[in-house]
């Protein structure tokens, strides 16, 4: 995959939508075009409904990517001055539904160690390409992983990811949200360190470690060694802080306990980079009951698609021309 930086030199650039019918779908085909005429044609997964003014819009933020739900927003600049106006295509059903049902022992169609492991791997290939392009999250949790008919993982929720340059500029890594948040939408060490907080793509290993758990365990607020239940994310991150883990349920497989334990680390220095966690899990003995040929053939799909990533944040702030362009624009094809 190669990095390509399209749209940098812009002032200006239009959107222009076609929608596509089959008879099966509908999908929407986006096209950006900047000053000098060069394009980018990017097919949406489900097509936009929102109509809106494709005349003097800016991206503020589109990714194209196999695991990703295909999420438009844009700044539509009117009489009126600028506004924020949000475009997100739907998702089928949410991971935690069926995930529940899973913990609760249903037998859940086609939920078997291959489809786990499948949107195990996609999560990791998406954080991976974050990781890549230095982007991280303030907030993530199994509710944002959607699955659609195949049992393959979609992703929403994209604004929450912002640049790691930007960390200044995120006051809600506090100590103040941590004792209100759970410890399954936030990361520990960099939400309790005050003004010293450490935004840095090793939040995401936190996450997947989190959603790894998440997927074979109801409760998480048990600690080995303290049965009782911690409330609160602060109290969970200080029982963290001493070398407290989670217990292992009954359903979750002793690999994957590892893996989570690893990314789990309070500290994020020690917390593995996604190139390491890809490896551990297309390792052939990694899992039982996998079929191999049915996940290697969607590995294959994610390694040759062609993600796309036109990142041009500004953070839901009035900003006069000149300030918005200055904004990072990042294309990754």
């Known amino acids: 995959m190669q990095f390509r930086s399209l749209l940098r030199d812009s002032n200006e650039f239009t959107l222009s939508e076609k929608v596509l019918s089959t008879d099966e779908d509908r999908h929407t085909l986006i096209q950006v075009v900047d000053q000098k005429n060069q394009t980018t044609l990017i097919r949406a997964d489900t097509k936009l409904t929102n109509v809106f003014d494709k005349q003097d819009l800016m991206i503020h933020q589109l990714i194209h ?9 844009c700044l539509s600049k009117s009489d009126e001055g600028k506004k924020f106006v949000y475009y997100k295509s739907t998702a089928e059903k949410k991971l935690s539904s069926v995930v529940d049902r899973f913990l609760a022992g249903e037998n859940v169609e086609g939920y078997n160690p291959t ?3 499948k949107i195990i791997y996609g999560v990791a290939s998406f954080f991976r390409l974050l990781e890549i392009l230095n982007i991280s ?10 699955i659609d008919s195949n049992l393959e993982p979609k992703i929403i929720g994209l604004h929450n990811f912002f640049p790691v340059d930007f960390k200044d500029q995120i006051d809600i890594l506090s100590v103040e949200l941590s004792e209100q948040d759970s410890s399954n939408s936030l990361a520990p060490a960099e939400l309790t360190n005050g003004e010293n907080n450490h935004f840095s793509t090793a939040i995401l290993s936190f996450f997947f470690g989190m959603i790894i758990y998440q997927m ?6 048990r600690f080995v060694d303290n049965p009782r239940e911690i409330n609160g994310a602060f109290k969970c991150f200080m ?3 001493n070398g407290a883990v989670l217990v ?14 690893m990314c789990f680390d309070f500290e994020p220095e020690n917390r593995p980079r996604f190139d390491e966690i890809l490896k551990v899990l297309e390792n052939e003995n990694f899992l039982e009951n996998v079929d191999r040929t049915s996940f290697n053939e969607y590995k294959a799909r994610l390694d040759s698609s062609n993600p796309i990533l036109v990142y041009h944040s500004a953070f839901d ?3 006069d021309d000149e300030q918005f362009l200055d904004l990072p624009i990042l294309v990754f094809k």
Do not use: H, W
Not at 137 to 146: G, L
Not at 216 to 221: A, C, H, L
């Open 317 to 319: 702030q009035e900003l």
């Open 239 to 241: 029982a963290m802080k």
């Open 65 to 73: 990517f196999p695991v990703v739900v295909a999420e438009l927003s």
């Open 216 to 221: 074979y365990n109801k409760e998480t607020n």
């Open 137 to 146: 999250t303030i907030k993530f949790s199994i509710n944002d992983i959607f």
């Open 115 to 117: 489809a786990r492991l």
């Open 248 to 261: 292992k349920g009954e359903k979750m497989p002793e690999q994957l306990y590892e893996l989570y334990k």
